[in-house]
């Protein structure tokens, strides 16, 4: 069965470090990659998707940056982060017939 | 662009009571819909969702929805809430997987139930 795994769950960081959220999916080949954003009581922003090896589209431009060196990893990163980055962070995989399968998130507070 | 809204930010319920959620989409062709659960901290769990066929399409944990298409909506039915059933519920429809396949989702809509 495919799995979806997240990490951290939860992270604090000081302004203007560094930051690298990691996503890995097992049981499956050549899915599509999400990474989606939710602020405190809003909803879901679609932050980027990966169709493929190397292959990222951004929806919103800001302060984050993904990469995705394998099939199956996908990697959300920041060189200096902002107050405004705080928030819960959720990566998800879609089959071409099947619905969206999220991790169980990670909770970041820039401080 | 594909969008979707649904109108209402909060919603009680006693417990027993009836529910629907309200969901309402914008897409140029056929839509997949979906609803999602989400309990605070947690990620998103799929309670149904609509690629084509039956309009009436059932979920986990005794929940229904239905595609209107005239009406471009998806709404959430259940018959008798129980106390479990607070959450957040986010509705969201695709895009076509050679396109990114990405979902788009609504505000959500939080639903409280008294006893």
């Known amino acids: 069965s495919q799995t979806i795994h997240q990490w951290p769950a939860t992270l604090v960081q000081p302004v203007g470090s560094p930051l690298s959220l990691e996503c890995t999916v097992e049981?499956?080949?050549?899915?599509?990659l999400y990474w989606y954003r939710q602020a405190a009581g809003r909803g879901l922003q679609l932050l980027f998707y990966?169709?493929?090896?190397?292959?990222i589209s951004s929806e919103v431009p800001q302060n984050l940056s993904a990469s995705r060196p394998q099939d199956r990893q996908f990697i959300l990163s920041s060189k200096k982060l902002l107050l405004s980055d705080s928030g819960f962070y959720l990566c998800?995989?879609?089959?071409?017939?099947?619905?969206?399968?999220f991790g169980q998130g990670t909770r970041l507070t820039v401080v | 662009a594909q969008s979707v809204t649904q109108p209402d930010i909060h919603i009680t319920v006693s417990e027993g009571a009836s529910l629907e959620l309200r969901c309402n989409y914008s897409?140029?062709?056929?839509?997949?819909l979906f609803w999602y659960v989400q309990s605070p901290g947690q990620g998103l769990q799929l309670l149904l969702k609509y690629f084509s066929g039956d309009t009436l399409v059932q979920g986990i944990k005794g929940f229904e929805a239905e595609f209107k298409r005239s009406q471009s909506s998806f709404n959430l039915r259940k018959p008798s809430v129980h106390w479990s059933d607070a959450a957040e519920y986010f509705c969201a429809v695709a895009a076509l997987y050679n396109q990114g396949g990405k979902l788009i989702f609504g505000q959500g809509t939080e639903l409280s139930v008294k006893p």
């Open positions: 998800a995989w879609r089959g071409q017939y099947t619905e969206a399968f």
């Open positions: 990966s169709v493929g090896i190397g292959q």
């Open positions: 897409y140029g062709a056929t839509p997949y």
């Open positions: 049981g499956t080949s050549n899915p599509n």
